[in-house]
C-alpha cells in the first residue's frame, strides 16, 4: 500500500450526517518506550487505510448502505492503568463500534474490557498476541 504525503483523516472531511463506523485504539508515544516505534507505523498504517477507504473508495457499503471509517485514538503513554481508561472513554463517551488492542502488550484487560461490553476487539500488532493469552482463564 503507498503511504500518502498526507495522510491525516481530517483531510478528508466525512460528509455531514453520513453513516459512520467508529473505530478505538491507543497508541504509545512515549519518549524511548519500545512500543513507540511500532505505534508510529502502526498510525502511518491506519491513516492510510482511513483515507483509502473514506476518500479513495467512498466508504464502505454494508448491506447497501454507505458507510465511512471514523478513527478514534489516544495516547496511552504505555501504561497499562491509562490504557483501561482510555478504553473505557473509547467504549462509553465515544460510542465506538470496534476496538483495535494497543500496541503495548502487557494489559491484558483490553480484551476483558472489550468482552465486558460485548465489542469486537482486532488484534494488530502480530508480534504480540498477550492481550488474549489467558482470556479463557478468565472464563474456567
Not at 90 to 98: A, K, P, S, T, W
Not at 108 to 133: C, G, H, Q, R, W
Request: one cysteine or more; glycine letters at 6%; aromatic letters at 12%.
Amino acid at each position: 500500500v503507498q503511504h500518502f504525503p498526507d495522510t491525516n483523516p481530517l483531510a478528508f472531511a466525512i460528509p455531514s450526517g453520513a453513516n459512520t463506523i467508529r473505530v478505538g485504539r491507543t497508541w504509545t508515544s512515549t519518549e524511548g518506550s519500545p512500543q513507540t516505534f511500532y505505534a508510529t507505523q502502526e498510525e502511518r498504517g491506519f491513516s492510510t487505510a482511513t483515507y483509502l477507504i473514506n476518500a479513495k473508495n467512498g466508504g464502505i457499503m454494508i448491506n447497501g448502505s454507505r458507510y465511512y471509517v471514523e478513527m478514534i485514538a489516544y495516547n496511552d503513554g504505555a501504561e497499562c492503568a491509562t490504557m483501561i481508561a482510555l478504553y473505557e472513554r473509547l467504549i462509553l463517551i465515544d460510542q465506538v463500534h470496534v476496538l483495535f488492542n494497543p500496541v503495548h502488550y502487557a494489559c491484558t484487560e483490553i480484551a476483558l474490557l472489550a468482552e465486558a461490553y460485548k465489542l469486537p476487539i482486532v488484534n494488530t500488532a502480530d508480534y504480540s498476541l498477550a492481550p488474549f493469552l489467558d482470556f479463557d482463564a478468565h472464563y474456567a
